[in-house]
Structure formats: structure tokens, C-alpha cells
Nanobody, 119 residues
Framework: QVQLVESGGGLVQAGGSLILSCAASGRGLSFNRMAWYRQAPGKQRELVADISSSGTRDYADSVKGRFTIARDNAKNTVSLQMNSLKPEDTAVYYC?????????????WGQGTQVTVSS
């Protein structure tokens, strides 16, 4: 059973910073892709940033230059450093991890953590 446990959300003023963390359980599993998504009220869930097991990163245009994704393959953790936060970054942020097992891929989601940016 794989579980993703997120932490680090909260309330911050515009211009501030937050760090989100996610730990993926699952003994013996490797996650070839880990990512952060977000969903604002009334909007679809969108990709914020993702990172491959080799460290290749990709970001949504709206967060480039402000957010940084990082991972620790040995610990199966992924983090999202969020700087210069804006009110439009307010959303529930979800951790995502894709496991590779016997040549098949299995997606997993965290429960979500609220990030609120006040103006």
C-alpha cells in the first residue's frame, strides 16, 4: 500500500514563502515521476511542477522563477519551495507520485494541503 503524506501548507501574505513536503511510503518501490498539482475553487486541477527520477524538472509558466521542485530518491520525498507567492497561488496542493513496478506504472495522490495567500 502506497501512501503520500503532505505537509507544509498554510496561510501566508503575498510575497511570502512556503515549503511543501511529501513523503511516499512503499518499500522497494521506485517513483519515476513525482510532481505537485494544485486545484483552486471552481477550477480544474493543474500541474505546478514535476521532476523525474534523474532530476529533470518542468514547471507551469505561472510559477517559473518562483517555485522550485526537488526530490530525494533515497527517501522517496519531494518538496516544493514556493517564493514570491501571489493570491492567485491560493489552492489545494496535491502531491503525485508514479511508481514503476514490473514494467507497469501506478499513479498515487496525496490528500492535499491548503495554501492560502492573502493580499
Amino acid at each position: 500500500q502506497v501512501q503520500l503524506v503532505e505537509s507544509g501548507g498554510g496561510l501566508v501574505q503575498a510575497g511570502g514563502s512556503l515549503i511543501l513536503s511529501c513523503a511516499a511510503s512503499g518499500r522497494g518501490l521506485s517513483f519515476n515521476r513525482m510532481a505537485w498539482y494544485r486545484q483552486a475553487p471552481g477550477k480544474q486541477r493543474e500541474l505546478v511542477a514535476d521532476i523525474s527520477s534523474s532530476g529533470t524538472r518542468d514547471y507551469a509558466d505561472s510559477v517559473k522563477g518562483r517555485f522550485t521542485i526537488a526530490r530525494d530518491n533515497a527517501k522517496n520525498t519531494v518538496s516544493l519551495q514556493m517564493n514570491s507567492l501571489k493570491p492567485e497561488d491560493t489552492a489545494v496542493y496535491y502531491c503525485y507520485a508514479r511508481a514503476l513496478l514490473l514494467s507497469r506504472q501506478y499513479p498515487y495522490w496525496g490528500q492535499g494541503t491548503q495554501v492560502t495567500v492573502s493580499s
